[in-house]
Structure formats: structure tokens, C-alpha cells
Nanobody
Framework: QVQLVESGGGLVQAGGSLRLSCAAVGRTFSSYTKGWFRQAPGKEREFVAAISGSGGSTYYVASVKDRFTIARDNAKNTVYLQMNSLKPEDTAVYYC????????????????WGQGTQVTVSS
């Protein structure tokens, strides 16, 4: 069974940093585009960042650009989201997802999803 397992969430003060990890278990996703999404209470799921299978292409939502960095280690079958200068409005459950191609990455059209990890930023 294929699983995407997120980790690294937690409680942090505004201005702090967290690094989220998403490990693929049960199947190799090295050629797949990986995306991070988030959903805050009462809000719709929002695209955060995506990275192509090779890692050569990335894309970010404007609100996190220059603060968040997406990266991947295909040898470990893991994708990361380094989050710096965190703000209270970054509070959400963060999900990683996988899709075959680096196309329409901001939509929710991904084939596999993790269960999510909670990130809470206090003011």
C-alpha cells in the first residue's frame, strides 16, 4: 500500500522556523511531482509549493515565497518544506501530495495524499 507520511509539524512562535518532511512508503515517487498544501480551520485547502521529479523546477504561492523552500531527496524518497519567518496566518494542517507531472500543480489534482501534520504559529 502506498503511503505519504508527513512529519515535523508543531507549535512555534511567530518568526520561528519548522521543517516538514514527507516520506513515501511502499512505492518510489522519485519521478513524481510533489506538492504541499495547507488547510486552515474554516478555510479551503490552499496550494503552498510544488517541486518537479528532478527537483529542477519549483513553484510557490506568493504568500510564502522567500520564506518557504521546497526540496527533495530522491534517494530517501522524501520531500521537505523548510518554513522560515512563520506567521500566525501560516497556521494550518499541511498535506503533501504526489502527481505524475509538473503541470497544473496549484490544483488539487494529485493522485496521492498524506494524512497531514498540524502547524500552529503563535503570535
Amino acid at each position: 500500500q502506498v503511503q505519504l507520511v508527513e512529519s515535523g509539524g508543531g507549535l512555534v512562535q511567530a518568526g520561528g522556523s519548522l521543517r516538514l518532511s514527507c516520506a513515501a512508503v511502499g512505492r518510489t515517487f522519485s519521478s513524481y511531482t510533489k506538492g504541499w498544501f495547507r488547510q486552515a480551520p474554516g478555510k479551503e485547502r490552499e496550494f503552498v509549493a510544488a517541486i518537479s521529479g528532478s527537483g529542477g523546477s519549483t513553484y510557490y504561492v506568493a504568500s510564502v515565497k522567500d520564506r518557504f523552500t521546497i526540496a527533495r531527496d530522491n534517494a530517501k524518497n522524501t520531500v521537505y518544506l523548510q518554513m522560515n519567518s512563520l506567521k500566525p496566518e501560516d497556521t494550518a494542517v499541511y498535506y503533501c501530495a504526489a502527481r505524475p507531472t509538473f503541470f497544473r500543480v496549484t490544483t488539487g489534482e494529485y493522485s496521492d495524499w498524506g494524512q497531514g501534520t498540524q502547524v500552529t504559529v503563535s503570535s
